[in-house]
């Protein structure tokens, strides 16, 4: 009998990280589900360190590197479940993650995918900031139309819809999720977000610059989405090398605004100040400076319109 839920993992050189994602997996309060295991070709001991584990409920399978978006795609057409959870290699999910998100798609059969809000980690696993955004479909595709809305790993969606629109799309190195989720907004899925941090996600210096470079691939993404299947031509085959010093500055900026998010007002100068030490022209750095002078009530008032213009669609 078909498990009700197929996890997707994908592993690149995590043999630092596999074991506590795996973990988070298989203790699950929610247990009918398939752990689909793809070893993107790591050179490290990633693939002894998954084999290190007895659990039936695992498949494991070693690929040649090809990158996440084929990965994930061998990984769907191997999937029996129902719905199809994501989890990257280097995260983890709190242990009623998966309880939770059945209980909304059976509280509501129209859902088709269900996210939920994230803690942001550093490599060590220390706590940085957490990630809220709307919960209902309708600020959820509004914010769709400007920026991806979800985490990928904390997403569940529907396999049935997933096949609807041909996966996940390959000529993407980077940005997949987003394409996708572009790709089912318009063929009429119903999106939801459950408003609780059941997932944590790592981030390094190095992907938050990769996470800029995303940022600027937007709005070709989603015009080449929008596109019918077979008059997409947009592709991102590499990732465009960023200096140290840009690295740096956007690793303290992004720290910075996760701490002033959850009012950690000290914690954020320190970090924005670092930012333009690293690169003077982040403009954004010097700003969220002042930001962190102003008044609490000033302060709240003005991250209140920052957070409605971001569940609007609209940047800032």
């Given at each position: 009998?078909?498990?009700?839920?197929?996890?997707?993992m994908?592993?690149?050189?995590?043999?630092?990280?596999?074991?506590?994602?795996?973990?988070?997996?298989?203790?699950?309060?929610?247990?009918?589900?398939?752990?689909?295991?793809?070893?993107?070709?790591?050179?490290?001991?990633?693939?002894?360190?998954?084999?290190?584990?007895?659990?039936?409920?695992?498949?494991?399978?070693?690929?040649?590197?090809?990158?996440?978006?084929?990965?994930?795609?061998?990984?769907?057409?191997?999937?029996?479940?129902?719905?199809?959870?994501?989890?990257?290699?280097?995260?983890?999910?709190?242990?009623?993650?998966?309880?939770?998100?059945?209980?909304?798609?059976?509280?509501?059969?129209?859902?088709?995918?269900?996210?939920?809000?994230?803690?942001?980690?550093?490599?060590?696993?220390?706590?940085?900031?957490?990630?809220?955004t709307?919960?209902?479909?309708?600020?959820?595709?509004?914010?769709?139309?400007?920026?991806?809305?979800?985490?990928?790993?904390?997403?569940?969606?529907?396999?049935?819809?997933?096949?609807?629109?041909?996966?996940?799309?390959?000529?993407l190195?980077?940005?997949?999720?987003?394409?996708?989720?572009?790709?089912l907004?318009a063929?009429?899925?119903?999106?939801?977000?459950?408003?609780?941090?059941?997932?944590?996600?790592?981030?390094?210096?190095?992907?938050?610059?990769?996470?800029?470079?995303?940022?600027?691939?937007?709005?070709?993404?989603?015009?080449?989405?929008?596109?019918?299947?077979?008059?997409?031509?947009?592709?991102?085959?590499?990732?465009?090398?960023?200096?140290?010093?840009?690295?740096?500055?956007?690793?303290?900026?992004?720290?910075?605004?996760?701490?002033?998010?959850?009012?950690?007002?000290?914690?954020?100068?320190?970090?924005?100040?670092?930012s333009?030490?690293?690169?003077?022209?982040?403009?954004?750095?010097?700003?969220?400076?002042?930001?962190?002078?102003?008044?609490?009530?000033?302060?709240?008032?003005?991250?209140?319109?920052?957070?409605?213009?971001?569940?609007?669609?609209?940047?800032?």
């Amino acid at each position: 009998m078909a498990p009700q839920i197929s996890v997707l993992m994908s592993a690149y050189n995590s043999s630092d990280t596999i074991e506590r994602a795996m973990s988070s997996i298989l203790n699950q309060t929610f247990t009918d589900f398939e752990l689909i295991v793809m070893n993107d070709g790591s050179t490290d001991d990633t693939e002894k360190k998954i084999l290190a584990f007895s659990d039936d409920r695992i498949r494991y399978f070693s690929l040649d590197h090809a990158g996440l978006t084929k990965a994930l795609n061998f990984g769907l057409g191997e999937a029996s479940g129902e719905i199809v959870a994501r989890h990257d290699s280097d995260d983890w999910s709190q242990q009623e993650r998966f309880e939770i998100q059945m209980l909304s798609f059976a509280e509501d059969s129209n859902l088709t995918l269900v996210a939920t809000w994230h803690n942001v980690v550093d490599v060590d696993g220390d706590y940085l900031g957490q990630k809220r955004t709307p919960v209902d479909d309708d600020s959820l595709k509004s914010m769709l139309r400007w920026r991806n809305p979800f985490c990928h790993g904390s997403v569940a969606i529907k396999r049935s819809a997933l096949n609807q629109v041909g996966g996940y799309n390959e000529s993407l190195l980077y940005s997949q999720d987003y394409d996708l989720w572009v790709r089912l907004g318009a063929g009429g899925a119903t999106f939801t977000c459950v408003p609780e941090a059941l997932y944590n996600y790592s981030i390094s210096p190095g992907s938050i610059a990769k996470g800029w470079l995303k940022l600027g691939n937007q709005e070709s993404l989603r015009n080449n989405a929008l596109l019918p299947a077979d008059q997409r031509e947009y592709a991102i085959t590499e990732i465009p090398a960023i200096g140290n010093r840009r690295t740096n500055s956007l690793w303290h900026y992004g720290v910075g605004s996760l701490a002033l998010d959850d009012g950690r007002r000290g914690r954020a100068f320190g970090r924005f100040l670092r930012s333009l030490l690293s690169d003077p022209m982040n403009w954004r750095a010097a700003v969220k400076i002042g930001t962190v002078f102003l008044p609490r009530s000033g302060a709240s008032l003005l991250f209140r319109k920052v957070k409605n213009r971001r569940e609007s669609g609209q940047d800032f």
